[in-house]
């Protein structure tokens, strides 16, 4: 591998794991409900910390509300609202 396509490798890497450290999320496992703040133009990183959070119900993660876009630290974030619905039900 050429010294820029590793460069390029990294460069990529680092920004997912950025993303990634971007996403707060608050945890009602009595409601089975999570709301996710990711990054507005990333709605898969809310959508994979809410499947986590349900896969441990045995359930599936449906998102229910999206918040406007809001700007953190020049960020645009969103919030997404999941409730855990077992398999099957939507």
Do not use: W
Request: net charge positive.
């Amino acid at each position: 591998m050429s010294s820029k396509s590793l460069a390029t490798v990294l460069a990529v890497l680092l920004s997912l794991s950025f993303l990634g450290a971007c996403t707060r999320a608050e945890e009602d496992p009595e409601a089975r409900r999570i709301a996710v703040d990711h990054p507005a133009n990333q709605p898969i990183l809310g959508a994979r910390r809410a499947t986590e959070f349900c896969a441990r119900f045995g359930a599936k993660a449906v998102r229910v509300q999206e918040e406007p876009v809001t700007t953190d630290k020049m960020i645009r974030m969103r919030r997404s609202t999941y409730e855990c619905l077992p398999p099957g039900i939507q």
